[in-house]
């Protein structure tokens, strides 16, 4: 099948690819960018050339996995590189697709297509000669991107839906699709929570629209389990739902974490003091992806087709306890001052609503969404036994102290601005906005908190 304006070809070491009469050509160790930002390779890795004669039934079959071939959606980010960084150790050729570029050194084996994984055209190019497709892609994980609607659902919805087509049209028999517990947790206690015995959490209940899109998302992946691929053949699907993920190079939570607790916005303490939550390390979830991978193939009698695996570190903590470490290599007290949650949600929900009225004027960052309230607040632990028993998953020990080391001595210098005089009045009006609310006895958060009591 040929696509207007793109044309792969991949008899030789390296790739060309055209679109939009633009020209690029990878080849060795040199690297050319497209100009256009709708698609742009970098990096270079072996040749997927399918044999003219084959026979296409899906190509996992008996595929050694060193042989395999993959792209990774998401691969620009922290754990998207990490994986195929992984997997091109391993010896097989990865594509790592995202929007941005990987930030750190792209390594032989691996080539990083930059493009939306909402831009079908590209994707489908992409996913030439592909036996495994690793969906990490994903939009409005925390901050103030949980508030931006329209990308999560085009991104996290639409995107799975392109990732889907594209297995089924490219004949690629594997799809593993990384989730969240969010899908199941929504503000009510979960504690070691399994696969079997823990539903869905309504979707219409979730309060931010990143859990509602993973849910429908990882609903999508799990129906399109068993269906038949173009050339002939089966796709099989699983997912794998991580809480937080932290590691030595994370670029996500770790920052904004450190950069809050310097600014003195992290000094109060609020939920319940026995709340727990599970983390892992993004060794181990690499770990459970490859093993996910494997047991979607006829030699692990498929045993992971249609199933969903918790993964985490098997060990579960109190938020504000865990992140001592950061505390005291930034040289910051910890929070002793503890506030009622209810006042906490209150204000998230405020600033929620603030940030959308200002948006236009100017790009405010809360300092907690509700979700993340209802994360840090309220236990949601998960057990690993099925992953263990199903996939072989055996999480090893990482310690949260040694991400805090490195990220202490890799940081940029910090920046002089003005958020935290931004946010300064932005907690002064939201409690103002507060003292006010509280005297309507209808406030929905309100209601809220009497349902989650029972």
């Not at 992984?86 to 995202?98: K, Q």
């Not at 990987?102 to 030439?128: K, M, N, S, T």
């Not at 004949?171 to 979960?190: A, C, H, K, M």
């Amino acid at each position: 099948m040929k696509l207007p304006g793109i044309v792969c070809i991949q008899e030789h070491y390296g790739a060309i690819f055209t679109m939009e009469k633009k020209l690029v050509h990878v080849s060795g160790n040199r690297r050319h960018y497209f100009t256009d930002r709708k698609f742009i390779l970098i990096g270079r890795t072996k040749p997927w050339h399918q044999p003219p004669n084959a026979k296409v039934k899906g190509n996992a079959g008996a595929q050694n996995e060193k042989n395999m071939r993959a792209v990774v959606t998401g691969g620009g980010g922290y754990f998207g590189y990490r994986l195929g960084c992984a997997l091109a150790s391993s010896g097989a050729s990865v594509v790592l697709y995202d929007i941005n570029k990987p930030i750190w050194e792209i390594p032989d084996g691996v080539v990083c297509i930059q493009a939306d994984v909402r831009d079908y055209d590209a994707l489908f190019a992409a996913c030439e000669g592909a036996d495994c497709v690793f969906h990490v892609a994903s939009y409005g994980m925390s901050g103030r991107e949980q508030l931006h609607r329209e990308e999560i659902e085009t991104v996290n919805i639409n995107g799975t839906r392109f990732i889907i087509d594209a297995c089924k049209q490219r004949n690629i028999s594997r799809l593993i699709y990384t989730s969240t517990v969010n899908v199941v947790f929504g503000g009510l206690p979960i504690e070691d929570g399994d696969e079997e015995t823990v539903p869905y959490f309504p979707i219409e209940k979730h309060v931010d629209h990143y859990s509602r899109t993973k849910s429908i998302a990882e609903q999508m992946v799990l129906a399109a389990n068993g269906t038949p691929l173009a050339g002939g053949g089966i796709l099989y699907t699983c997912v794998l739902r991580p809480p937080g993920i932290y590691g030595p190079e994370e670029q996500r939570h770790l920052p904004r974490l450190a950069k809050n607790i310097e600014r003195g916005l992290l000094s109060f303490k609020f939920g319940d003091p026995s709340a727990k939550m599970n983390w892992v390390h993004a060794e181990n979830l690499v770990q459970a992806q490859i093993l996910a991978a494997e047991a979607l193939t006829p030699e692990k009698n498929y045993i992971a087709s249609g199933q969903v695996y918790f993964i985490n570190d098997g060990e579960k903590f109190n938020l504000f306890e865990w992140l001592t470490p950061l505390f005291e290599r930034l040289g910051c007290s910890k929070p002793w001052i503890r506030i009622p949650t209810s006042l906490v949600y209150i204000s998230a929900m405020i600033m929620e609503y603030l940030h959308l009225m200002l948006k236009p004027f100017v790009e405010l960052s809360p300092l907690l969404t509700r979700n993340e309230v209802q994360n840090i607040s309220i236990t949601h632990t998960f057990r690993i036994d099925k992953a263990r028993n199903q996939l072989g998953y055996s999480p090893e020990k990482f310690v949260f102290a040694d991400s805090v080391d490195h990220y202490i001595k890799t940081r940029p210098e910090a920046q002089n601005d003005h958020i935290f005089l931004k946010v300064l009045l932005l907690l002064i009006v939201s409690l103002s906005l507060i003292f006010l609310s509280l005297r309507f006895d209808d406030l929905s958060v309100l209601h809220f908190f009497k349902e989650t009591k029972h």
